[in-house]
């Protein structure tokens, strides 16, 4: 119905000629035609190929086609974090070679450009167009750190993948505007501007008044950011092309210049239902469809087409011409082939190379400590070291700079570093990940601070939707590497609750490739880190560092005065992802033939403790520090378990969904059959005072453990 609707309105245009295109706009037209009219067809051919059994998802970019202009008005070099419905965008940068692109995508062909098979995204490498999945707006915290990558680089002199006078642009729709990722963005970008900080960044707003079925208040888009400080905002209307062409051309070079924020308003229509089996009609009248059919940015292209002397009829062939090709096409992508393994499937998700890993860490010109260390002096030292040998590494996040952070971690480096090296950022977890996504994707080595474990989850979908998925949506072709680093868990003395004595970590263990570590010690904090750097470096690695609070500081570990927990890292060593360390007997000659302590954290310290109390008992245990919790130490859990044919995992997390479940049917996993209990902590929150003692595992339950599981002997 739509392409019959279309092909009629096209033969039925009348002449008007009193105001004709100029040579130089004639050519853009043409071109924008061309574009308009393949991308129409690729949302038609993706459902005849659904039809057929051969396609997959059909979210289509009818009626936003003028987003092709938005392309054609910026430089091609401009990154770009697309909107679902930017087929025509892609198009213009791709040309008309890049609808075999769009429909291998559909058809989930391992011959898409750019994810492989993997989903149906819009990107390229080649083209700049950095692939996003439709989460609703998630892709404009790293549009922001894009941005201010390329304003950063400049600054410092550093290579980027993006021209030094380049913009980044992302797009979304009307309803996506009114959610909390793009208002935190759009103030990012303001607070950013406000302090005169480069931050080249266009966002466009397709405006097609609903979202779904849910309409979009008339007005709403232009009084919610028309008028914003800061924000230079413009409309455009996607019915007037060359409207289009000169808005978005006049406001690219205005950031382009001024290097600060400006927000395209562009007004578009939307055919064929939001997406797959959507029927407008449930929820719209005959009359508004008819309206919108009116606006068809096809149909204004070919009538300022007509207007310079194009005749209906040879637009009408054009139009058969291209849909013919793009059937053509369509066809034959459908017998292109497929992912068949799960090795396939999961090969660019996680790259791991450990030897070139630890060549980095080796090699790296880091001084020596002297001095014995606390867990937060060896991490300050190391990042200092890291500061001093990687020029492109950023170390930024709250109160990180002249404070330097809640706990000291991070005290000095700014002295060291500098500015723009070592920043502070507003008080808003979504941006400071985003900006850590868009500052590795552009070249840098970001490690940012997230100031407590609880703050994660306002922001987490940064790194589940967003940071773990890019080398997997990309075929490997864009990496993200960077380090988190999230102060956590409980047993602060004087200082708590619920926000600050988080002690859940299982939003953190399912992200698919991401590696999660919990150091306890100095020396492992220390090495853990360079490990994380140099992984992003060669691997592309986002990986999460989850440094105890309750240990940032601690000295001793038996008794007031022995300074046993503190140690004097090596400057150049490394602990290969994945690596466990065991502790046979706590130094004095213990074997730990009887039980297997398994642990993490807060949990290690607890169980040296207890593991020296029963060793005066006669009782000799092995305490094995996993260090990482994704992906778990397997073969070193499956040895140290074998070793004594007893195990007890101690696991300070809580007891739904904690770590020591994983641990347990890992262990089951790899066929060990001896004995196996765990000791946790509450499923509770935290509570303050002298209650989180009740909430949180004890050394007396973990020997009151250790005594039940040896009893069952």
Not at 422 to 441: C, Q, R, W, Y
Not at 470 to 488: D, E, H, K, P, T
Not at 657 to 667: K, N
Request: glycine share 10%; with cysteine.
């Amino acid at each position: 119905m739509l392409e019959t609707s279309l092909v009629e309105a096209l033969a039925g245009l009348a002449p008007d000629r009193t105001n004709a295109p100029t040579a130089t706009t004639l050519t853009a037209l043409q071109r924008l035609f061309d574009v308009q009219v393949a991308s129409r067809h690729c949302d038609l051919a993706a459902r005849w190929l659904r039809s057929q059994g051969k396609g997959y998802y059909t979210i289509g970019s009818s009626g936003h086609e003028s987003n092709a202009a938005v392309a054609m008005a910026l430089q091609p070099t401009d990154p770009a974090l697309l909107h679902y419905r930017s087929g025509g965008f892609y198009l213009a940068r791709a040309g008309l070679a890049g609808v075999r692109d769009i429909l291998a995508g559909v058809v989930a062909s391992t011959d898409e450009p750019i994810a492989g098979g993997r989903h149906k995204v819009i990107g390229r490498h080649d083209l700049a167009i950095i692939p996003q999945t439709s989460t609703i707006a998630s892709h404009l915290p790293r549009a922001l750190g894009v941005a201010f990558a390329i304003g950063r680089a400049a600054r410092l002199g550093l290579p980027s993948p993006w021209p030094a006078d380049a913009l980044a642009v992302c797009s979304f729709g009307d309803a996506s505007a009114n959610h909390s990722v793009t208002t935190g963005t759009v103030n990012t970008a303001l607070h950013c501007a406000h302090q005169r900080l480069p931050l080249p960044l266009l966002f466009v707003c397709e405006d097609n008044g609903l979202g779904i079925s849910v309409r979009t208040p008339e007005g709403w888009i232009e009084s919610a950011y028309g008028n914003r400080p800061h924000l230079r905002y413009a409309q455009a209307d996607g019915a007037d092309p060359e409207g289009v062409l000169a808005v978005t051309a006049e406001l690219g070079d205005w950031v382009r210049t001024h290097r600060r924020p400006a927000f395209l308003h562009l007004r578009t229509v939307r055919f064929g239902g939001h997406a797959g089996t959507d029927v407008e009609t449930a929820y719209r009248t005959p009359a508004e469809l008819r309206a919108d059919l009116a606006r068809d940015p096809i149909l204004a292209t070919a009538a300022r087409l007509v207007a310079a002397g194009h005749t209906t009829a040879s637009l009408v062939e054009r139009h058969d011409a291209l849909r013919e090709q793009v059937y053509t096409t369509a066809a034959t992508v459908a017998e292109w082939p497929q992912l068949a393994t799960a090795e396939e499937v999961l090969a660019p998700l996680a790259p791991r190379d450990p030897a070139a890993v630890a060549a980095v860490v080796r090699a790296a010109d880091m001084p020596g400590e002297q001095t014995a260390l606390t867990v937060a002096q060896a991490l300050n030292t190391t990042l200092a070291a890291l500061l001093r040998e990687h020029p492109d590494l950023l170390v930024f996040g709250e109160d990180v700079a002249a404070k330097g952070g809640v706990y000291g971690v991070t005290k000095g480096l700014l002295a060291q570093a500098g500015a723009a090296r070592v920043f502070d950022t507003l008080l808003d977890e979504t941006s400071i990940l985003g900006l850590a996504n868009g500052a590795a994707i552009s070249g840098f080595l970001p490690v940012a601070e997230i100031q407590y474990l609880a703050y994660l989850h306002n922001a987490e979908d940064q790194l589940r939707g967003e940071a773990a998925t890019l080398q997997f949506f990309s075929n490997g072709q864009y990496r993200n590497g960077m380090v988190i680093r999230i102060a956590g868990l409980g047993y602060q003395e004087g200082f708590g609750g619920h926000f600050h004595n988080d002690d859940s970590l299982t939003v953190l263990r399912d992200l698919p490739g991401v590696v999660v570590g919990v150091p306890a010690r100095p020396d492992d904090a220390a090495a853990m880190l360079r490990t994380m750097v140099a992984a992003a470096q060669v691997d592309g690695t986002v990986s999460v560092l989850v440094e105890p609070i309750a240990r940032y500081h601690t000295a001793d570990l038996l008794e007031p005065g022995d300074r046993l927990w503190l140690a004097t890292p090596e400057p150049s060593a490394h602990v290969p992802i994945g690596a466990a360390h065991t502790y046979p007997g706590n130094g004095n000659g213990g074997s730990g033939d009887r039980l297997t302590i398994l642990t993490f954290g807060n949990g290690l310290f607890m169980s040296l403790r207890v593991q020296r109390r029963l060793m005066a008992r006669g009782i000799h245990t092995r305490v094995v520090d996993l260090r990482w919790i994704a992906p778990l130490p397997v073969d070193d859990m499956v040895r140290e378990a074998k070793a004594t044919g007893t195990v007890l995992v101690v696991d300070e997390t809580r007891r739904s969904g904690g770590v020591a479940e994983g641990v347990l049917a890992t262990l089951i996993d790899a066929g060990f059959t001896g004995r196996m209990a765990r000791v946790t902590s509450k499923d509770s929150f935290i509570p303050l005072g002298e209650a989180a003692k009740l909430m949180l595992l004890s050394e007396a339950e973990i020997e009151a453990a250790v005594e039940a599981l040896l009893a069952a002997d």
